[in-house]
Protein backbone atom coordinates (compact mmCIF):
# COMPACT_ATOMS: atom_id res chain seq x y z
CA UNK A 1 0.00 0.00 0.00
CA UNK A 2 2.06 3.06 -1.33
CA UNK A 3 0.73 5.42 1.23
CA UNK A 4 0.72 3.56 3.95
CA UNK A 5 4.32 5.06 4.81
CA UNK A 6 2.43 8.04 6.12
CA UNK A 7 0.65 6.89 8.47
CA UNK A 8 1.69 7.06 12.29
CA UNK A 9 1.03 4.06 14.66
CA UNK A 10 -1.96 3.17 12.34
CA UNK A 11 -2.20 -0.11 11.03
CA UNK A 12 -4.17 -0.86 7.70
CA UNK A 13 -5.68 -4.25 6.68
CA UNK A 14 -3.34 -5.31 3.69
CA UNK A 15 -5.29 -8.22 3.64
CA UNK A 16 -7.82 -6.59 1.54
CA UNK A 17 -6.47 -5.83 -1.22
CA UNK A 18 -9.22 -3.67 -2.75
CA UNK A 19 -8.80 -1.47 -0.27
CA UNK A 20 -5.60 0.40 -1.29
CA UNK A 21 -7.07 2.33 -4.19
CA UNK A 22 -9.59 3.76 -2.09
CA UNK A 23 -7.06 4.63 0.38
CA UNK A 24 -4.73 6.06 -2.07
CA UNK A 25 -7.46 8.34 -3.66
CA UNK A 26 -8.45 9.33 -0.06
CA UNK A 27 -4.81 10.63 0.59
CA UNK A 28 -4.98 12.61 -2.71
CA UNK A 29 -8.01 14.49 -1.84
CA UNK A 30 -5.86 17.46 -0.86
CA UNK A 31 -3.35 17.68 -3.60
CA UNK A 32 -6.58 17.43 -6.12
CA UNK A 33 -8.36 20.16 -5.05
CA UNK A 34 -5.12 22.44 -5.66
CA UNK A 35 -5.64 22.10 -9.31
CA UNK A 36 -9.23 23.15 -9.32
CA UNK A 37 -10.70 26.53 -9.30
CA UNK A 38 -14.47 25.62 -8.09
CA UNK A 39 -13.67 24.31 -4.74
CA UNK A 40 -16.90 24.70 -2.10
CA UNK A 41 -15.45 23.90 1.56
CA UNK A 42 -18.19 22.04 3.29
CA UNK A 43 -19.36 20.74 6.69
CA UNK A 44 -19.33 17.39 6.84
CA UNK A 45 -23.04 16.14 6.75
CA UNK A 46 -24.16 18.38 3.92
CA UNK A 47 -25.12 16.66 1.15
CA UNK A 48 -22.54 17.13 -1.45
CA UNK A 49 -25.25 16.66 -4.42
CA UNK A 50 -26.07 20.22 -4.01
CA UNK A 51 -22.49 21.55 -4.95
CA UNK A 52 -21.83 19.01 -8.04
CA UNK A 53 -25.32 19.98 -9.35
CA UNK A 54 -23.61 23.64 -9.86
CA UNK A 55 -20.35 22.33 -11.53
CA UNK A 56 -18.45 22.80 -8.53
CA UNK A 57 -15.91 20.48 -6.43
CA UNK A 58 -17.59 19.86 -2.56
CA UNK A 59 -14.55 19.35 0.07
CA UNK A 60 -15.19 17.91 3.35
CA UNK A 61 -12.89 20.61 5.35
CA UNK A 62 -13.33 18.62 8.88
CA UNK A 63 -12.44 15.51 7.00
CA UNK A 64 -9.45 16.28 5.23
CA UNK A 65 -8.11 19.29 7.35
CA UNK A 66 -8.64 17.49 10.80
CA UNK A 67 -7.16 14.23 10.20
CA UNK A 68 -3.53 15.76 9.68
CA UNK A 69 -2.73 13.87 13.06
CA UNK A 70 -2.57 11.13 11.16
CA UNK A 71 0.12 11.36 9.27
CA UNK A 72 4.14 11.88 9.67
CA UNK A 73 3.34 15.77 8.22
CA UNK A 74 3.93 18.14 11.35
CA UNK A 75 0.62 18.82 12.60
CA UNK A 76 -0.43 22.57 12.19
CA UNK A 77 -0.02 24.64 15.14
CA UNK A 78 -3.95 25.81 15.78
CA UNK A 79 -2.40 29.03 17.26
CA UNK A 80 -3.60 30.53 14.34
CA UNK A 81 -7.28 29.37 14.64
CA UNK A 82 -6.97 31.01 18.77
CA UNK A 83 -5.16 33.95 17.45
CA UNK A 84 -8.04 34.66 14.48
CA UNK A 85 -10.58 34.66 17.34
CA UNK A 86 -11.62 30.84 18.50
CA UNK A 87 -11.47 29.51 21.73
CA UNK A 88 -8.83 26.91 22.45
CA UNK A 89 -11.74 24.76 24.18
CA UNK A 90 -13.40 24.64 20.96
CA UNK A 91 -13.89 21.29 18.97
CA UNK A 92 -10.34 20.04 18.09
CA UNK A 93 -11.94 18.98 14.58
CA UNK A 94 -12.97 22.88 13.96
CA UNK A 95 -9.47 23.86 15.52
CA UNK A 96 -7.64 22.18 13.01
CA UNK A 97 -9.33 22.58 10.46
CA UNK A 98 -9.09 26.21 10.66
CA UNK A 99 -5.39 25.88 11.38
CA UNK A 100 -4.71 24.44 7.97
CA UNK A 101 -6.89 27.22 6.09
CA UNK A 102 -5.92 30.32 7.86
CA UNK A 103 -2.09 30.32 7.22
CA UNK A 104 -2.69 30.36 3.37
CA UNK A 105 -5.71 32.62 3.67
CA UNK A 106 -4.06 34.30 0.45
CA UNK A 107 -3.49 30.59 -1.30
CA UNK A 108 -5.86 28.34 0.40
CA UNK A 109 -8.05 26.69 -2.76
CA UNK A 110 -10.78 27.28 -1.34
CA UNK A 111 -13.44 29.64 -3.30
CA UNK A 112 -16.33 29.25 -1.25
CA UNK A 113 -17.63 27.98 2.28
CA UNK A 114 -21.05 26.36 2.78
CA UNK A 115 -22.07 25.54 6.15
CA UNK A 116 -25.89 24.59 6.78
CA UNK A 117 -28.22 23.23 10.30
CA UNK A 118 -26.82 20.72 12.12
CA UNK A 119 -23.64 22.83 13.15
CA UNK A 120 -23.32 24.08 16.62
CA UNK A 121 -22.43 27.67 17.54
CA UNK A 122 -18.66 27.10 18.23
CA UNK A 123 -18.90 25.20 14.30
CA UNK A 124 -20.47 28.11 12.65
CA UNK A 125 -17.93 30.73 14.24
CA UNK A 126 -14.97 28.62 13.31
CA UNK A 127 -16.69 28.53 9.28
CA UNK A 128 -17.58 32.83 9.70
CA UNK A 129 -13.60 33.19 10.72
CA UNK A 130 -12.13 31.13 8.09
CA UNK A 131 -14.83 33.01 5.69
CA UNK A 132 -13.67 36.53 6.99
CA UNK A 133 -10.11 35.99 7.07
CA UNK A 134 -9.77 34.35 3.78
CA UNK A 135 -11.98 36.77 2.50
CA UNK A 136 -14.12 33.78 0.47
CA UNK A 137 -17.90 33.95 0.82
CA UNK A 138 -19.98 31.89 3.51
CA UNK A 139 -23.12 30.61 2.59
CA UNK A 140 -25.84 28.97 4.45
CA UNK A 141 -28.88 27.30 4.30
CA UNK A 142 -32.11 27.43 7.22
CA UNK A 143 -32.92 23.94 8.36
CA UNK A 144 -36.30 23.72 10.69
CA UNK A 145 -36.05 21.73 13.46
CA UNK A 146 -37.59 18.46 13.29
CA UNK A 147 -41.31 18.20 13.81
CA UNK A 148 -43.16 15.16 12.55
CA UNK A 149 -46.73 17.43 12.90
CA UNK A 150 -44.43 20.12 11.27
CA UNK A 151 -43.85 17.71 7.78
CA UNK A 152 -45.33 19.78 5.12
CA UNK A 153 -44.16 23.53 6.18
CA UNK A 154 -40.99 22.22 6.75
CA UNK A 155 -40.62 20.48 3.96
CA UNK A 156 -41.46 23.47 1.79
CA UNK A 157 -39.77 25.98 3.68
CA UNK A 158 -36.24 23.81 2.78
CA UNK A 159 -37.50 23.81 -0.97
CA UNK A 160 -37.35 27.45 -0.70
CA UNK A 161 -34.16 27.33 0.83
CA UNK A 162 -32.38 24.59 -1.60
CA UNK A 163 -33.93 27.24 -4.35
CA UNK A 164 -32.00 30.33 -3.03
CA UNK A 165 -28.69 28.53 -2.19
CA UNK A 166 -28.84 26.97 -5.89
CA UNK A 167 -29.45 30.92 -7.27
CA UNK A 168 -26.27 31.99 -5.00
CA UNK A 169 -24.12 29.53 -5.62
CA UNK A 170 -24.98 29.40 -9.15
CA UNK A 171 -23.82 32.87 -9.96
CA UNK A 172 -20.99 32.56 -7.97
CA UNK A 173 -19.85 28.89 -9.21
CA UNK A 174 -21.69 30.12 -13.61
CA UNK A 175 -23.96 27.53 -13.91
CA UNK A 176 -27.64 27.75 -13.25
CA UNK A 177 -29.46 25.18 -11.22
CA UNK A 178 -31.76 22.84 -13.33
CA UNK A 179 -34.05 19.68 -11.98
CA UNK A 180 -32.24 17.46 -14.70
CA UNK A 181 -28.80 18.31 -13.16
CA UNK A 182 -29.88 17.84 -9.66
CA UNK A 183 -31.88 14.31 -10.52
CA UNK A 184 -28.73 13.16 -12.30
CA UNK A 185 -26.35 13.95 -9.21
CA UNK A 186 -29.17 12.44 -6.94
CA UNK A 187 -28.64 8.74 -9.05
CA UNK A 188 -25.08 9.06 -8.83
CA UNK A 189 -24.86 9.51 -5.13
CA UNK A 190 -27.61 6.73 -4.06
CA UNK A 191 -25.00 4.15 -6.01
CA UNK A 192 -22.40 5.74 -3.22
CA UNK A 193 -25.19 4.78 -1.05
CA UNK A 194 -26.53 1.47 -1.84
CA UNK A 195 -22.70 0.52 -1.89
CA UNK A 196 -22.46 1.58 1.95
CA UNK A 197 -25.70 0.06 2.59
CA UNK A 198 -24.55 -2.63 1.14
CA UNK A 199 -21.25 -3.10 3.00
CA UNK A 200 -23.26 -2.20 6.26
CA UNK A 201 -25.39 -4.71 6.16
CA UNK A 202 -22.56 -7.17 5.60
CA UNK A 203 -21.37 -6.02 9.06
CA UNK A 204 -24.69 -7.42 10.32
CA UNK A 205 -23.40 -10.65 9.85
CA UNK A 206 -22.37 -12.41 12.90
CA UNK A 207 -18.80 -13.61 11.42
CA UNK A 208 -16.58 -9.93 11.16
CA UNK A 209 -15.66 -9.44 7.38
CA UNK A 210 -13.77 -6.08 7.68
CA UNK A 211 -11.99 -4.36 10.25
CA UNK A 212 -13.34 -1.24 11.99
CA UNK A 213 -10.88 1.08 10.47
CA UNK A 214 -11.55 0.55 7.09
CA UNK A 215 -15.16 0.45 7.59
CA UNK A 216 -14.74 3.41 9.53
CA UNK A 217 -13.00 5.11 6.34
CA UNK A 218 -15.09 3.76 3.53
CA UNK A 219 -17.88 5.50 5.55
CA UNK A 220 -16.25 8.89 5.54
CA UNK A 221 -15.80 9.17 1.69
CA UNK A 222 -19.93 10.07 1.58
CA UNK A 223 -18.35 13.43 3.14
CA UNK A 224 -17.42 14.35 -0.28
CA UNK A 225 -17.37 11.28 -2.41
CA UNK A 226 -14.08 12.01 -2.72
CA UNK A 227 -14.26 14.82 -5.31
CA UNK A 228 -15.27 11.75 -8.07
CA UNK A 229 -18.02 9.94 -7.32
CA UNK A 230 -18.10 7.67 -10.68
CA UNK A 231 -14.56 6.75 -9.68
CA UNK A 232 -15.65 5.89 -5.93
CA UNK A 233 -18.08 3.75 -6.66
CA UNK A 234 -15.92 1.92 -8.66
CA UNK A 235 -13.74 1.30 -5.61
CA UNK A 236 -15.99 0.08 -3.38
CA UNK A 237 -17.93 -1.89 -5.29
CA UNK A 238 -14.38 -4.07 -5.74
CA UNK A 239 -13.98 -3.66 -1.65
CA UNK A 240 -17.39 -4.96 -1.41
CA UNK A 241 -16.97 -7.86 -4.20
CA UNK A 242 -14.00 -8.96 -1.98
CA UNK A 243 -16.02 -8.49 1.38
CA UNK A 244 -18.52 -10.73 -0.17
CA UNK A 245 -16.40 -13.30 -1.10
CA UNK A 246 -14.81 -13.37 2.34
CA UNK A 247 -18.21 -13.63 3.77
CA UNK A 248 -18.89 -16.87 1.60
CA UNK A 249 -15.36 -18.03 2.56
CA UNK A 250 -16.12 -17.64 6.21
CA UNK A 251 -13.26 -15.74 6.57
CA UNK A 252 -12.26 -13.10 9.00
CA UNK A 253 -10.04 -10.53 8.66
CA UNK A 254 -6.20 -9.90 10.11
CA UNK A 255 -6.44 -8.10 13.28
CA UNK A 256 -10.00 -9.47 14.51
CA UNK A 257 -10.02 -11.94 17.31
CA UNK A 258 -12.46 -15.05 17.62
CA UNK A 259 -16.11 -14.39 18.20
CA UNK A 260 -15.43 -10.53 18.98
CA UNK A 261 -18.18 -8.29 21.01
CA UNK A 262 -20.15 -6.16 18.16
CA UNK A 263 -19.94 -2.63 18.34
CA UNK A 264 -22.25 0.03 17.12
CA UNK A 265 -20.03 3.72 17.44
CA UNK A 266 -22.43 6.60 18.08
CA UNK A 267 -21.27 10.45 18.36
CA UNK A 268 -18.54 12.04 16.31
CA UNK A 269 -15.05 10.20 15.57
CA UNK A 270 -11.71 11.42 17.30
CA UNK A 271 -8.65 12.81 15.03
CA UNK A 272 -6.90 9.98 15.83
CA UNK A 273 -7.34 6.71 13.92
CA UNK A 274 -5.69 4.44 16.45
CA UNK A 275 -9.22 3.87 18.13
CA UNK A 276 -10.45 2.03 15.31
CA UNK A 277 -7.18 -0.22 15.60
CA UNK A 278 -7.91 -0.14 19.34
CA UNK A 279 -11.53 -1.84 19.59
CA UNK A 280 -10.10 -4.66 17.35
CA UNK A 281 -7.09 -5.21 19.16
CA UNK A 282 -9.46 -5.24 22.50
CA UNK A 283 -11.79 -7.94 21.08
CA UNK A 284 -13.85 -5.65 19.33
CA UNK A 285 -15.59 -5.33 16.05
CA UNK A 286 -17.29 -2.13 14.42
CA UNK A 287 -20.42 -3.33 12.74
CA UNK A 288 -22.05 0.27 12.83
CA UNK A 289 -21.22 4.16 12.76
CA UNK A 290 -23.19 7.26 12.89
CA UNK A 291 -20.03 9.52 12.18
CA UNK A 292 -21.91 10.29 8.34
CA UNK A 293 -24.51 8.43 8.86
CA UNK A 294 -26.93 10.93 7.87
CA UNK A 295 -26.03 11.09 3.92
CA UNK A 296 -26.00 7.13 3.34
CA UNK A 297 -28.94 6.40 5.51
CA UNK A 298 -31.62 5.95 3.08
CA UNK A 299 -31.69 6.45 -0.42
CA UNK A 300 -33.45 9.57 -2.19
CA UNK A 301 -36.37 8.64 -4.23
CA UNK A 302 -35.37 9.92 -7.85
CA UNK A 303 -38.52 10.09 -9.55
CA UNK A 304 -41.42 12.47 -9.32
CA UNK A 305 -40.58 16.03 -7.67
CA UNK A 306 -36.99 15.75 -7.19
CA UNK A 307 -36.41 19.07 -5.02
CA UNK A 308 -39.60 18.18 -3.10
CA UNK A 309 -37.88 14.52 -2.50
CA UNK A 310 -34.57 15.66 -1.57
CA UNK A 311 -35.80 18.26 0.58
CA UNK A 312 -37.76 16.00 2.37
CA UNK A 313 -34.61 13.60 2.77
CA UNK A 314 -32.77 16.44 4.49
CA UNK A 315 -35.01 16.99 6.80
CA UNK A 316 -35.32 13.74 7.81
CA UNK A 317 -31.71 13.31 8.81
CA UNK A 318 -31.10 12.53 12.13
CA UNK A 319 -28.53 15.12 13.06
CA UNK A 320 -31.19 17.49 12.25
CA UNK A 321 -33.43 16.36 14.98
CA UNK A 322 -33.73 16.67 18.71
CA UNK A 323 -32.07 13.89 21.25
CA UNK A 324 -34.73 12.44 21.88
CA UNK A 325 -36.12 11.82 18.12
CA UNK A 326 -32.36 11.54 17.08
CA UNK A 327 -31.60 8.37 19.66
CA UNK A 328 -35.38 6.93 18.58
CA UNK A 329 -34.82 7.20 14.90
CA UNK A 330 -31.23 5.77 15.25
CA UNK A 331 -32.21 2.40 17.06
CA UNK A 332 -33.59 1.49 13.43
CA UNK A 333 -30.18 1.42 12.10
CA UNK A 334 -28.80 0.12 15.73
CA UNK A 335 -30.85 -3.00 15.43
CA UNK A 336 -30.16 -3.92 11.97
CA UNK A 337 -26.35 -4.75 12.79
CA UNK A 338 -27.18 -6.75 16.07
CA UNK A 339 -24.32 -5.52 18.11
CA UNK A 340 -23.55 -6.72 21.81
CA UNK A 341 -22.66 -3.00 22.66
CA UNK A 342 -22.27 0.95 21.98
CA UNK A 343 -19.69 3.13 22.62
CA UNK A 344 -20.76 6.95 22.05
CA UNK A 345 -17.81 9.50 21.58
CA UNK A 346 -17.76 12.97 22.83
CA UNK A 347 -15.36 15.48 21.49
CA UNK A 348 -13.91 18.02 24.37
CA UNK A 349 -15.32 21.71 23.13
CA UNK A 350 -18.59 20.16 21.89
CA UNK A 351 -21.50 21.07 23.87
CA UNK A 352 -23.85 19.76 21.58
CA UNK A 353 -22.88 15.92 22.05
CA UNK A 354 -22.24 16.56 25.77
CA UNK A 355 -26.09 17.53 26.55
CA UNK A 356 -27.22 15.22 24.49
CA UNK A 357 -25.05 12.14 25.81
CA UNK A 358 -27.59 11.02 28.69
CA UNK A 359 -30.71 11.59 26.79
CA UNK A 360 -29.54 9.58 24.15
CA UNK A 361 -28.06 6.84 26.50
CA UNK A 362 -30.81 6.61 28.25
CA UNK A 363 -33.23 5.94 24.97
CA UNK A 364 -31.15 3.47 23.54
CA UNK A 365 -30.02 1.48 26.69
CA UNK A 366 -34.28 1.54 27.36
CA UNK A 367 -34.85 -0.03 23.93
CA UNK A 368 -32.12 -2.44 23.77
CA UNK A 369 -31.53 -3.50 26.72
CA UNK A 370 -27.33 -4.09 25.90
CA UNK A 371 -24.61 -2.39 27.65
CA UNK A 372 -23.29 1.67 26.72
CA UNK A 373 -20.44 3.48 27.39
CA UNK A 374 -19.12 7.01 26.68
CA UNK A 375 -15.48 7.91 25.80
CA UNK A 376 -14.70 11.81 25.08
CA UNK A 377 -11.19 12.98 23.24
CA UNK A 378 -9.42 15.82 22.77
CA UNK A 379 -6.41 17.23 19.85
CA UNK A 380 -3.94 15.85 21.51
CA UNK A 381 -1.85 12.83 20.63
CA UNK A 382 -2.10 11.18 23.66
CA UNK A 383 -5.94 11.00 24.08
CA UNK A 384 -6.85 8.00 22.44
CA UNK A 385 -4.28 5.50 23.17
CA UNK A 386 -5.21 6.55 26.87
CA UNK A 387 -8.54 5.00 26.38
CA UNK A 388 -7.35 2.04 25.61
CA UNK A 389 -8.20 0.21 29.38
CA UNK A 390 -11.43 1.40 29.21
CA UNK A 391 -12.15 -0.27 25.95
CA UNK A 392 -10.56 -3.09 26.87
CA UNK A 393 -12.22 -3.20 30.13
CA UNK A 394 -15.84 -2.40 28.78
CA UNK A 395 -15.27 -5.43 26.08
CA UNK A 396 -14.40 -7.34 28.86
CA UNK A 397 -17.52 -6.85 30.62
CA UNK A 398 -19.81 -7.57 27.29
CA UNK A 399 -18.19 -10.92 27.25
Request: a neutral charge; one cysteine or more; proline letters at 5%.
Amino acid sequence: MSEQSQLRHVKLDTSLKSFSKLWNMFMQTKDRIEKNDKVVAKWRNFPPEIIYTLGGTPYDLLLHEGLATTTTRDVKSIGYAIEAGLSADSCPWNLTAAAGILPRKNSAPINMFLAAAGQCDISAKSWQIMSRNTGKPLYSMEIPAFHARSEKRSISFIEGELLSLFERLGRRLGRQYSESRLRNEIKRGNRIRSLLLDLTALLSHRRSVMTSLEYFLTNVTAGDYLQDPDHLASSLTEIKNEVEARSKEGESPHGILDDPIRIYYLGMAPQDLRLWNIIDSSGGSLVGCDTYLSLFSRLIPESGAILREFARWIWMMPHHMPSIDRAKALIQFVKQQKPDAIIIGNVIGCRNLSSSDRIVKETLREELGIPITSIEFGSSDEDVPLLEPQIRAFVEMCR
